[in-house]
């Protein structure tokens, strides 16, 4: 099963408009990372945020984390054509042993317009 | 060049057959994983490593087998028992016994059941 729910499914915006995503998880996690997508490509991270951080930036991204709701969101500033990809959030809430484990969510499909 | 990779970029499988995915990585990194992913949909966990001869079963791993013979190396074997094999796999890496730590991802294996 998915641990993390991303919303929206998609989302289309013009070029310069911000993008904000959700991601809402259901157990206890030791940290949240969020990870891009271009088509039919790997995965390449973008930012963690651990469990007893609030709010994170790097460049034009912000990423927020409420632990007491179970939920996340990443807002990508002042968007660019080049932004347009899947959007997807992880959780890292520990495997069997301890070992590290990360869960994905569905993934939110960006598209920015120029 | 440090990275993770992934062999080959496509595959094609009779049905009935057995494959194995290559993931090879040289960043030193304890934990590999192996997730599924379908058209326009989240990443689903198949197995996951965190040290040499020890992996655990993900949330898919049925009609899926793998080894961990290497510190570098995390193949994935695709048995005939895989009723519905066609997707994209992704295979990842990420330092292990260390919390909050992000995953590398390789460029994907598309297989086809032809």
């Known amino acids: 099963s998915q641990q993390g729910e991303e919303d929206p499914q998609a989302l289309s915006i013009q070029e310069g408009e911000n993008a904000t995503m959700n991601c809402s998880y259901k157990?206890?996690?030791?940290?949240l990372q969020w990870y891009r997508q271009n088509s039919g490509r790997g995965l390449v991270h973008l930012i963690l945020?651990?469990?007893?951080?609030r709010e994170k930036h790097s460049g034009r991204l912000r990423v927020t984390l409420d632990t007491s709701k179970k939920s996340s969101s990443l807002l990508i500033t002042a968007s660019r054509a080049a932004d347009t990809a899947s959007y997807f959030c992880?959780?890292?809430?520990?495997?069997?042993?301890?070992?590290?484990?990360?869960?994905f969510g569905a993934g939110t499909r960006l598209a920015v317009h120029p | 060049d440090g990275g993770i990779t992934q062999s080959p970029k496509y595959l094609f499988r009779k049905e009935g057959q057995n494959v194995t995915l290559s993931c090879e990585q040289n960043?030193?990194?304890?934990?590999m994983y192996w997730y599924r992913q379908d058209p326009g949909q989240g990443l689903r966990l198949i197995y996951y490593?965190?040290?040499?001869?020890?992996?655990q079963k993900g949330d898919i791993a049925e009609g899926y087998s793998v080894s961990r013979e290497k510190k570098e190396s995390f193949p994935l074997t695709v048995t005939s028992a895989q009723k519905n094999p066609t997707a994209f796999y992704l295979c990842?890496?990420?330092?292990?016994?260390?919390?909050?730590?992000?995953?590398?991802f390789g460029q994907g294996t598309r297989l086809t059941v032809v």
């Open positions: 945020i651990r469990s007893n951080e």
């Open positions: 960043l030193n990194h304890d934990a």
């Open positions: 990842a890496s990420s330092g292990a016994w260390t919390v909050n730590t992000e995953a590398f």
């Open positions: 992880a959780t890292d809430a520990g495997g069997t042993g301890g070992y590290n484990k990360l869960i």
């Open positions: 490593s965190q040290i040499v001869n020890d992996f």
């Open positions: 157990t206890s996690i030791n940290n």
